[in-house]
């Protein structure tokens, strides 16, 4: 298994030398989300933990779940905006013109329909996609990547965002950097971990000559989510 590790809080799904399978069902709404879910799922893959995994792409065709061999349940949507409605009103119209509210309704149906038979939900979004894994009526882990204290240095965090975090089926709460996990424990929110960014765990060397001499000082920037 490579750095990206099954959380603590997972006690339900990993148990050490568990014989009998586990099912996990990942709820992504955007591209990226998509990505990093994928790469938790090759972790576990790689791993050969007993866990059969399923996964609902809210937003696009979920290609990355494809790619890592995770079943998409439930319909697929692309929408105009690309999953970025939130940033013109004249985008969500545009979206619910193209049948966003059904699509929606249909992907909730198939979260309740195949969490029935899941032992945890893993959330992986902002403060929609965390709502949907509530929704679940299952036990769910918060991975709430897209937040990051580091922008602004504060979170402003909605309703739905904190209600789902409290709630009792809330396992745990992920983040992508220390930073976030510390501001959000320093607040009262006990079940917050550090869980890092599982796409650069499976970063791999491209191999490409960038002729640097050995006394050359070279700094290297990734590009954020």
Known sequence: ?????????????????????????????????????????????????????????????????????????????????????????????????????????????????TARGSDLVLGIGDEYCQLLAWSSGRPFVSYIAPLSVQYEGYLNLDLMLLGAMRSARCVEVLTKDSATADYLRARGHAKVAFGGNPSVDFLAPSGIDLQVEPDQTVIGLLPGS
């Open 1 to 113: 298994m490579r750095e990206w590790k099954i959380p603590p809080g997972w006690k339900m799904i990993y148990r050490s030398g568990m014989p009998e399978t586990r099912r996990l069902l990942f709820i992504s709404n955007g591209h990226g989300e998509d990505a990093e879910a994928s790469f938790i799922a090759r972790a576990i893959l790689e791993s050969g933990l007993p866990i059969e995994m399923s996964a609902v792409a809210m937003v696009g065709e979920g290609k990355a779940y494809q790619d890592a061999g995770v079943p998409i349940i439930g319909p697929t949507f692309t929408p105009p905006s690309n999953g970025f409605s939130y940033m013109d009103r004249k985008l969500l119209i545009q979206d619910v013109k193209a049948g966003l509210l059904g699509a929606t309704l249909a992907q909730w149906r198939a979260i309740r329909r």
